[in-house]
């Protein structure tokens, strides 16, 4: 409940930040952009011929080609700068969305939540892909969240690692506990929308925030949490011209089992088979 409550907390700063506007307008400058660079429309085709004929004729739609393309590599590269800057823009953003989430959950809340998400991640990824691999077999999968759980649970068997998806308890002095470590190399940051992992915990710790951890269940907050899953879930296989059969949990379980039940999976290989 803690970390539902702090990644709202995340989104609601986001919706309060004046400087969101300013995507719609870089949004509407890169389909400008986009068209006078990329898009070539009658002028370039005019030019394109009067540089193909008698070459008395022809410098003037070499020159002319020339302005054009000089034009374009001009927009082209003040584009990229708008860029940039958007990008380094939607990181400070991201970090003061956190602090927000921050001031209201304190600084653990969120940090656990990114820490669980890879592997959640992971997981819902390996769930949709089981639901398409049943789809191909005239089935849908009832529940992709149980799915999801499903996976988590079973690839901390392939794993050996029960802590896998998991948060470690606090220690003793939570001011100075760290779950993300700096890596050796990251990927180039000057397009990346998000910081790093490790920067957002340290932002987040900076001025350290004690408040209490909820671990029950979110899905407390519903009146009929499995009505919504199947609903939910159900939302997946709209528009198609055929709807395949609902199976029940117990099916789906037993696909899932066999799914696993592969010597590659072998918890001691420890998933690098």
Do not use: C
Not at 45 to 67: K, M, P, Q, Y
Not at 87 to 101: F, H, S
Request: hydrophobic content about 50%.
């Amino acid at each position: 409940l803690s970390e539902l409550k702090a990644v709202l907390a995340h989104e609601f700063g986001h919706f309060a930040q004046r400087t969101m506007a300013v995507g719609r307008w870089v949004y509407i400058a890169q389909q400008i952009a986009g068209h006078i660079v990329v898009k070539r429309d009658a002028l370039d085709r005019t030019l394109s011929w009067i540089s193909t004929i008698d070459i008395r004729v022809a410098w003037i739609g070499w020159i002319l080609r020339t302005i054009v393309w000089s034009i374009r590599s001009l927009v082209d590269t003040m584009f990229g700068w708008v860029m940039l800057a958007q990008r380094a823009l939607d990181r400070e953003m991201e970090r003061q969305a956190d602090l927000v989430a921050v001031s209201l959950t304190g600084s653990d809340a969120l940090v656990h939540a990114l820490h669980r998400l890879e592997a959640a991640e992971e997981a819902l990824d390996r769930a949709i892909a089981f639901a398409d691999t049943e789809l191909a077999k005239g089935r849908a999968v009832g529940d992709l969240f149980a799915a999801q759980t499903f996976m988590l649970e079973r690839m901390r068997v392939v794993f050996a690692d029960p802590a896998y998806g998991r948060v470690p308890p606090l220690p003793a002095d939570p001011s100075q506990h760290r779950l993300f470590e700096a890596r050796l190399a990251h990927p180039p940051r000057m397009w990346s929308t998000h910081p790093p992992n490790e920067e957002r915990e340290a932002n987040a710790k900076r001025r350290y925030v004690s408040a209490p951890l909820d671990d029950r269940s979110p899905w407390l907050l519903f009146d009929q949490p499995d009505v919504v899953r199947t609903a939910m879930t159900a939302r997946a296989y709209q528009g198609m011209a055929k709807q395949p059969e609902l199976v029940v949990a117990a099916v789906t379980t037993r696909e899932l089992e066999a799914a696993f039940a592969r010597t590659f999976l072998d918890p001691a290989y420890r998933g690098m088979y």
